[in-house]
């Protein structure tokens, strides 16, 4: 089951036996799973536990707390959102990679110093790459449009997702990543605003643009930037897709070029898994969407128009982009099918479902996780110095992440870096191979594969 919320109670349990098995009868009387227990404080009198729960809503909460107070022996001292408290202060900060402690170093650092690398850099411009930090800088680009499951909550609301895609660069493939919140959702003022910012980054990412108007942005982009442009929605659940699939049907013995595939959902991710589909299996897939232009769209890059029934029926493996929760009932799974259902919070149909209604493999959007592939693919698109990414460098990255997967598992863990380095490598090395590559990669660069740890942890 998935949830909404998660909180922790600080509960003074009298020291008596069978007064925590009590709290816990309780808590799940009112449909309530328990997560992590905590010992706070061990008394002669009173034991102080944190106890961290799973909620649908606050409504549940409300009669959660209302069955605990309910216990002679149980108090509730604090109801905490563990949340909430995580994103004090925000999750992302500058920091110097230099240290500025004496004078001696100020002068190095600022001026008059700094006035030496100004000259080097006006009459040598690709001198920015070795002595500034654009070329490891990524600007994460969003007008709010499209956040999560939440749809249109504005720019400033959809910051907190920024800063976690910004250190998730960080950490796993140690590459600046600077959220840019835009206040208006007109293309063409998105478009001039990221071309008048774009010579402080090495690349643009643009995070939950809703579609069509993302399509356009990104095309313009492409065609207007000498740097490289992804949209995460796009290619990097694309390529987490691809990824999957690959593993799918190598454990259930499916040929995956000719395999029947339908999309339910043509937005930004469904538009661009059909379109990847196409090019790496050379067969069109089903599609169907809410709009006539959604499908329109699908048909012009190649795609078959066609309708949900048509697909539950018909298509050997379905993937389900359409954000319309429980959409997919047990009854329409037939034996044997794929089911991706990737829509979050609420997937079309959960996989425990799927399976038990005999789905061969179903996954949902934790499993599909695009942070398996954007950030070893910009990486390896700024080691090797492309100015755009191509369809060979994004299918590198997806057979990587396919190839990290453990022996009869469909995904890598998403936060092993060794996966993250095994992208970032594929991507380089394939954008050396199709000569796009502006920066020369030597042997050097590609050893540390089998390291423990990357060379940027």
Not at 41 to 70: C, K, M, P, W
Request: hydrophobic share 45%; proline share 5%.
């Amino acid at each position: 089951m998935d949830y909404k919320i998660v909180r922790t109670l600080r509960c003074k349990n009298a020291s008596i036996p069978g007064t925590l098995g009590k709290l816990a009868t309780a808590i799940g009387s009112v449909g309530v799973d328990v997560g992590n227990i905590t010992t706070v404080h061990l008394g002669h009198h009173f034991t102080v536990r944190d106890v961290e729960v799973f909620l649908d809503n606050e409504e549940q909460l409300a009669y959660l707390l209302d069955e605990i107070s309910r216990l002679k022996e149980t108090t509730v001292l604090e109801v905490r959102d563990d949340v909430l408290e995580l994103h004090k202060g925000g999750k992302i900060k500058m920091i110097n990679t230099v240290s500025i402690n004496s004078l001696e170093h100020l002068r190095k650092v600022y001026t008059p110093g700094v006035a030496e690398v100004c000259k080097l850099i006006r009459t040598q411009p690709s001198s920015k790459n070795i002595y500034t930090a654009i070329p490891y800088s990524v600007a994460i680009v969003t007008d709010g449009t499209r956040i999560l499951g939440l749809g249109d909550v504005g720019p400033i609301a959809g910051m907190p997702v920024m800063e976690g895609k910004a250190a998730l660069l960080q950490q796993l493939v140690g590459i600046s990543g600077i959220p840019i919140l835009l206040n208006t959702t007109d293309p063409d003022r998105i478009v001039e605003t990221i071309k008048n910012i774009a010579p402080t980054f090495g690349g643009i990412q643009l995070e939950d643009v809703a579609s069509p108007r993302c399509f356009l942005i990104e095309d313009r982009l492409e065609n207007e930037l000498n740097i490289p442009v992804m949209h995460d929605d796009q290619q990097g659940t694309a390529m987490v897709v691809l990824a999957t699939l690959v593993n799918a049907c190598k454990l259930s013995n499916v040929t995956l070029q000719e395999a029947k595939i339908g999309l339910v959902g043509l937005g930004a991710a469904g538009l661009s898994i059909g379109k990847f589909l196409l090019k790496y299996t050379s067969n069109p897939t089903l599609g169907t969407a809410r709009t006539k232009d959604s499908v329109k769209r699908h048909v012009e890059q190649g795609g078959i128009p066609s309708s949900f029934d048509e697909i539950m029926q018909t298509a050997d493996i379905v993937i389900a982009t359409s954000t319309v929760g429980g959409l997919i009932k047990p009854s329409m799974i037939r034996k044997g099918q794929i089911i991706f259902a990737l829509s979050n919070p609420h997937p079309e149909i959960t996989a425990e479902l799927a399976m038990a209604s005999g789905a061969t493999f179903a996954v949902d959007g934790r499993t599909v996780n695009n942070l398996l592939a954007y950030p070893g693919i910009w990486r390896g698109t700024l080691d090797a110095m492309v100015a755009k990414i191509t369809y060979e460098m994004y299918i590198a990255a997806a057979l990587a992440i396919a190839g990290a997967a453990a022996e009869r598992e469909l995904v890598p863990n998403v936060l092993d870096p060794k996966v993250h380095l095994a992208v970032a490598h594929s991507v380089a090395r394939a954008a050396v191979q199709s000569g796009v590559a502006q920066r020369p990669l030597d042997d050097d660069y590609f050893e540390n594969i089998d390291v423990k740890k990357p060379p940027w942890i």
